[in-house]
């Protein structure tokens, strides 16, 4: 059974870092693109970043460019979002997603979070 | 970037009733790269629609796209109990992008 499993601690303050993890187990994760899609409460989905398959190539929104760092190890099957100078607006459910490649077929069950002082 | 409108923002509707919910692009969406995702509350999105009109693996024949170039469209031709939720449009032609949402509520 494919599962997407994130992680990360859930309240910084504005300016903090923060970096998420999402644990793929099910399926060979190294053949996929990687996505991370946001959505704050109460709002619709934004689409974050995706990496490619081996890693070699990355994308971003630029509400995020330069803030926000994709990455994924392909031998511990995880995929990773390092967030730097967190804003308020930031706030909001993080899912990974698996692509193919730039539509998402599985999702994970998101993890919050929270930019706040 | 192509922005997505979808309408109307709220449907409300009866079990066993017909659903047709619209997506506008700003621009042609190349090739048809339009897909639909259910979300239920507290619950992550689900694929319903890939390529405009194929139904991801597992989907109900009740659900269908349809729609190219600028004008998409998703139809559920008899809702049931389960179907009540929110629906994103997205495009991938480009860059990502999502619709702001229908929300198909119990009348």
């Known amino acids: 059974e494919v599962q997407l499993v994130e992680s990360g601690v859930g309240l910084v303050q504005p300016g903090g870092s923060l970096r998420l993890s999402c644990a793929a187990s099910g399926f060979t994760f190294s053949d996929y693109w990687m996505h991370w899609v946001r959505q704050a409460p109460g709002q619709g989905l934004v689409w974050v970043s995706r990496?490619?398959?081996?890693?070699?190539?990355?994308s971003y929104a630029d509400s995020v460019k330069g803030r926000f760092t994709i990455s994924r190890d392909n031998a511990k099957n995880m995929l990773y979002l390092q967030m730097n100078s967190l804003r308020a607006e930031d706030t909001a459910v993080f899912y990974c997603?698996?692509?193919?490649?730039?539509?998402?077929?599985?999702w994970g069950q998101g993890t919050l979070v929270t930019v706040s002082s | 970037e192509i922005v997505l409108t979808q309408s109307p923002g709220t449907l409300s509707l009866s079990a066993g009733e017909r659903a047709t919910l619209s997506c506008r692009a700003s621009q042609s969406v190349s090739s048809s790269y339009l897909a639909w995702y259910q979300q239920k509350p507290g619950q992550a999105p689900r694929l319903l629609i890939y390529?405009?009109?194929t139904r991801a693996t597992g989907i109900p024949d009740r659900f269908s796209g349809s729609g190219s170039g600028t004008d998409f469209t998703l139809t559920i031709s008899r809702l049931e109990p389960e179907d009540f939720a929110v629906y994103y449009c997205q495009q991938y032609g480009g860059s990502v992008t999502f619709g702001g949402g229908t929300k198909v509520e119990i009348k």
């Open positions: 997603a698996r692509g193919l490649p730039m539509f998402f077929d599985r």
């Open positions: 390529g405009a009109s």
């Open positions: 990496v490619n398959s081996d890693g070699s190539s990355t």
